[in-house]
């Protein structure tokens, strides 16, 4: 199991690497074209804003789930109880896990409801949303197996360092 979850983490890691990198050189062309050539390519600026919003909602659940996303901790580790800590942390996992349910909840109802196409390479908008939910699920995931560690870790006191 743990070979398999590697293995997707690599993936998806790779993932993001190969986006990102088409990102960079499809807005590197883009510029040379229009400011050394005066001629523009038809398509770039939307592939880059299409790919922009796929790695950035990719980041976002590969952050999460490294704990590396945005969070305010210094409130919480000035708490000197590590039961009371802990607690704190588990609610706030169920708050983010609402939240990130209510966002997949709606991104899918937005991917599911958009017929129109791009207007420049012609690809179902269904595709561009279609991360929203992606991520979500993802998310969600992620938020599931936190939840369970900080449950597991209220039960079983240790000395061991949190995880965040």
Known sequence: MKRLL?????LYKATLTVMTVALFIIVGVSVFTR?????????SDELSRFLFIWVTFLGAAYAYGL???????FVVDRIRSEKARTVIR????????AVIFVIAWF?????????NLSPALDIPMTFVYGVVPLTGALMVIQNILKILHW???LR???AAPERR
């Open 6 to 10: 590697h293995i997707g983490i690599v």
């Open 35 to 43: 400011y050394f050539l005066n001629s523009s390519l038809g398509w």
């Open 67 to 73: 704990n590396e996303h945005i969070g305010l901790d």
């Open 90 to 97: 588990l609610l706030g996992e169920i708050c983010i896990g």
């Open 107 to 115: 991104g899918w109802d937005v991917a599911v409801s958009a017929t």
């Open 151 to 153: 449950i597991v870790r």
């Open 156 to 158: 079983t006191p240790s």
